[in-house]
């Protein structure tokens, strides 16, 4: 069982920076591969980004493809997601995302345990 906060979400300017963490509960998160989503009023929760279980290997949604950046901290049990350039169309809530598959994965139905989501908005 892995238990998962999300932080770091709030109102930022189009063109600012913000960086999302992830805080997870369990003893083995360092064999859990992590993801990134996010879902917007009256749309689907859609991916963001993926980080294998030992952080070497990630996966970005083109939306975000150089602009964000996933990485880990298995020895603090930690997930970041830096934000650069934010858009408006970034607004939405961002859950972060567990895996028992090692590999990084974009689908949300491979994920085990989600967190409650934390909120960003870009304002224009």
């Known amino acids: 069982q892995v238990q998962l906060v999300e932080s770091g979400g709030e109102l930022v300017q189009a063109g600012g920076s913000l960086r999302l963490s992830c805080a997870a509960s369990?003893?083995?998160?360092?064999?859990?591969?992590m993801g990134w989503f996010r879902q917007a009023p009256g749309k689907e929760r859609e991916f963001v980004a993926a980080?294998?279980?030992?952080?070497?290997?990630?996966k970005y949604a083109d939306s975000v493809n150089g602009r964000f950046t996933i990485s880990r901290e298995n020895a603090k049990n930690m997930m970041y997601l830096q934000m650069n350039s934010l858009k408006p169309e970034d607004t939405a809530v961002y859950y972060c995302a567990a895996s028992t598959i090692s590999t990084a994965q974009r689908n949300k139905s491979f994920y085990n345990y989600w967190g409650q989501g934390t909120q960003v908005t870009v304002s224009s």
């Open positions: 369990s003893r083995t998160f360092s064999t859990y591969s």
């Open positions: 980080i294998t279980w030992s952080g070497g290997a990630t």
